[in-house]
């Protein structure tokens, strides 16, 4: 049986988890990401925040304010629901929620859509948000999740 869009976010939540992130981690990932995005000939803005201050950030030719302010709604999601904004996406989805009504949360401010993804340490404490943009939000996944992948096979 074919896994469900929440159990696959929840899978790839548990096993893209950190022993321990730094300033120089966060540049080798964000490195990464633009070389996956790259290979794919896609173009995205990128940003890794730690404790909510950005430590990495990568507008390439092709991107400006617009992928900047989504990189941010991306960013205030993971942050503030402590899951990859695909997660909440299927979560509103599948229990037919609204962010708004259930969840409190303004739309010009918090993305629910695939391109944000929580750092988070083994034993499960979030210190911050990996976040991409520039593609339908599933590409956007697919690239922040291959790009974690290889970072973490490193």
């Known amino acids: 049986m074919e896994q ?4 696959r976010c929840l899978d790839e939540e548990k096993l893209y988890q950190f022993t321990s992130f730094s300033h120089k981690n966060a540049f080798d990932l964000g490195m990464e990401l633009l070389k996956v995005s ?3 000939e896609e ?3 990128i940003e890794v925040k730690i404790n909510q201050v950005s430590v990495f950030k990568y507008l390439p030719d092709g991107t400006g304010k617009f992928h900047e302010m989504w990189l941010k709604r991306k960013s205030n999601m993971v942050e503030v629901m402590e899951m990859s904004t695909l997660r909440a996406y299927a979560q509103l989805e599948e229990n037919q929620e609204d962010m708004i009504k259930d969840w409190f949360l303004e739309p010009e401010d918090y993305a629910a859509c695939g391109g944000g993804f929580p750092i988070r340490l083994k034993g499960g404490s979030v210190i911050g948000s990996i976040c991409v943009s520039g593609l339908p939000h599933l590409e956007d996944h697919a690239i922040l999740i291959e790009g974690i992948s290889r970072f973490l096979d490193n």
Do not use: R
């Open 4 to 7: 469900s869009l929440m159990e």
């Open 38 to 40: 790259q290979e794919k």
């Open 43 to 45: 173009t995205v803005a």
